[in-house]
């Protein structure tokens, strides 16, 4: 452990260092607002790593998201705001509060009630009560699909969600018949009101339609190189058939499997 902790004081102090007066000029120059970018984008290419299951990729992508935090942090902490110290506390005070069953004498039956427990723990915590909305707290600037799936998990926390499944597949079929019904100028926000819905019917099956529509590209994107080679050249392809590009399409399915 004391290993671990040397590492992690290493990169603070490495940190520190780049953003110091003696330091690299861009280091120096960044913001919150302008490293924004960076965190999403490490954290995407963590994401990525998971998926295909490349550990030895994922254990320097991790680095890069920590980087991150460290970099972040000590930007506050130049500014008196906070410091990595700080941001080590607060998760580990988080962490111990809202596991009772762990560090406390509170018993649970099974992952569920941690759950509940956990939801209800987070309304007790300080600048909760000053939310005027069961969505409030759900980030404006997540990928849209992903919040999609986040504020109608909350409207669920609150009692507000179908009591079987029947009323969100019934809800795709509506809306489908909507943007067939939708005057042009009314498309796009009946193809959102559909992939709203859709994202419905993911949640109330249990599926996380963020990563299920991300595997599902990834799935499209092998199917479709396949399909490319097996038309020898992309003149090829555009000359053929819907009927001949659906054989080599379901050609490419069949070798997936």
């Known amino acids: 452990m004391v290993a671990e902790m040397e590492q992690f004081d290493e990169l603070v102090r490495v940190m520190a260092r780049l953003r110091g007066p003696d330091g690299c000029p861009w280091d120096g120059e960044q913001t919150h607002s302008s490293l924004r970018q960076y965190l999403l984008e490490e954290t995407y290419e963590a994401l990525e790593a998971i998926e295909q299951q490349d550990w030895a990729r994922l254990a320097d992508e991790l680095g890069d998201v920590l980087l991150q935090v460290v970099f972040h942090s000590q930007l506050a902490s130049e500014r008196g705001d906070f410091t990595i110290e700080d941001v080590c506390e607060h998760i580990v005070t988080k962490l111990k509060t809202r596991h009772p069953h762990v560090f406390a004498d509170t018993l649970v039956a099974d992952s569920d009630e941690v759950i509940t427990n956990w939801e209800s723990l987070k309304r007790q915590e300080e600048g909760y009560c000053e939310r005027e909305s069961a969505l409030d707290g759900v980030p404006t600037t997540l990928p849209a699909l992903q919040r999609a799936y986040k504020l109608q998990k909350q409207a669920s926390r609150a009692g507000f969600d179908w009591e079987e499944i029947s009323g969100p597949r019934a809800k795709i079929d509506e809306e489908l018949r909507e943007v067939d019904e939708a005057e042009a100028e009314a498309v796009e926000h009946e193809i959102g009101d559909l992939l709203f819905a859709v994202v419905n019917l993911a949640r109330f099956l249990g599926v996380e339609p ?23 050249d992309t003149e090829r392809l555009r000359e053929m058939s819907p009927t001949e590009m659906d054989v080599l399409w379901e050609q490419a399915k069949s070798e997936e499997a």
């Open 210 to 232: 963020e990563s299920a529509l991300r595997r599902a590209n990834e799935r499209f994107a092998s199917r479709f190189r396949t399909v490319e080679q097996a038309a020898g």
